[in-house]
């Protein structure tokens, strides 16, 4: 089975909890990805929004500091450009390309933007759930989209060559990387609104927006993002936890919809929640089989690895 996954959180508990890229406890360890070829695995640096200013900064340059710690001596390759990205896939092996996720990160500088772009991260989230220099995440009440640094901050990640996400935007911060972007964006781990009505959720125009320029979502494993806790029901009116026909579910609205090049993995894994039947990386091959049966190998490999890979090796210098 190929993987081309979105964002995780393993990094971040690494580093926070002192532990390892290798452990089996986390739902993402490599020691788990031996018979996925290939694999490449976004690693996003999650900034909390606690965390302002240098205490960003330094979460940060701690979990780089970590990844290049685990990197060594291994042959998981950190994919910086499209070329590496061809690498890993040729040779059927593992690499990773590391994300951050949230723009507080910069603690409001623009030349932040091109120093993490040197160490390697290739693709940011502007915002988390709250608000920071850049805009205004999704749990922000009286949502006023991006500030002017973070329109400044849009259009010097476009010219140094990293992903716009928009992932925990607010709806109007979406609005506003929608009309002053000039490159595909992503959204790299949000489900359809439509089929669980959760605000972190994309939203139809959302969805169609991302369609129209090739731009990419990942499905996200939350458990709360797939089925609503308080609402939904079997026909005895008993609850229903949130299992994998539920990715099903929101797949195939997101088809409906016209956007069988635009739907990717993005399983936030080791940061959310998981519905009862996923524990991790080990739970993807089952997944997969889901997935072939429901929708043919075509359109699943595209999702679970193809739509990703393309879209990556298309949008990275």
Known sequence: MKLFDMHCDTLYRAYTEKSTLFDDSFHISFNKAGNIHPYIQCLAVWIPDEYRGEAAWELFCGCVEKLREQLEGTDIKWCKSAGDIRAVAESK????????????VLGGRLDRIQEIYDIGVRMMTLTWNGENELGDGIMVKENRGLTAFGKAAVREMERVGMIVDVSHAGEKLFSDVAEIARRP????HSDMRAVT???????????RRLMSDGSLTGLNFCADFLRSKKSETD??????????????????YMLSLGGRRNIAMGA????ADLPQDITGLESMEKLYALFCEQFGKEISDDIFFGNAYRFFTENLS
């Open 93 to 104: 092996g593992h690499g990773i390309i590391l994300t951050v996720e949230s723009g507080a």
């Open 185 to 188: 964006f992503a959204a790299s």
């Open 197 to 207: 009505a959760h605000p972190r959720n994309l939203t139809d125009g959302q969805f």
């Open 235 to 252: 026909f005895s009116g008993v609850l229903q936890e949130s299992g994998m026909y539920d990715i099903i579910r929101h797949t195939e």
């Open 268 to 271: 936030d894994f080791d940061g």
